[in-house]
């Protein structure tokens, strides 16, 4: 069983960078990793997607040029750059392991899924 656990949320103002990592152990080296994220009272909702090597990489249109992701496999970590924040990226921020090794903003594309990592964005 896959372990996915986030870290690097927190309170920030809009404006402000955060950086979220997902540390998703060995087994999911070879997986596609997306981060999806749940503000109060709304659907769960795609952020951004990796492919297994890093080399294909998805965006929501929301978040389109102001987050990054990427991936380190030697340290089995997947990272998400969060610049220019708005106090619409206020939510509760997943990572998850796909089925496969491609990218999907799909959520029934994902087998594993961490706990969450809070992320609030004040005016």
């Known amino acids: 069983q896959v372990q996915l656990v986030e870290s690097g949320g927190g309170l920030v103002h809009a404006g402000a960078s955060l950086t979220l990592s997902c540390a998703a152990g060995?087994?999911?080296?070879?997986?596609?990793v997306g981060w999806f994220r749940q503000a109060p009272g709304r659907e769960r909702e795609f952020v951004a997607a990796i492919n297994w090597n890093g080399g294909d990489k998805l965006y929501a249109d929301s978040v389109k040029d102001r987050f990054t992701i990427s991936r380190d496999r030697y340290k089995n970590t997947v990272t998400l750059q969060m610049n220019s924040l708005k106090p619409d990226d206020t939510a509760v921020y997943y990572c998850?392991?796909?089925?496969?090794?491609?990218?999907?903003?799909?959520?029934?594309?994902?087998?594993?899924w961490g706990q969450g990592t809070q992320v609030t964005v004040a005016p």
């Open positions: 998850a392991a796909a089925l496969r090794a491609s990218a999907s903003s799909n959520q029934a594309a994902y087998r594993c």
């Open positions: 060995r087994t999911s080296s070879n997986n596609g």
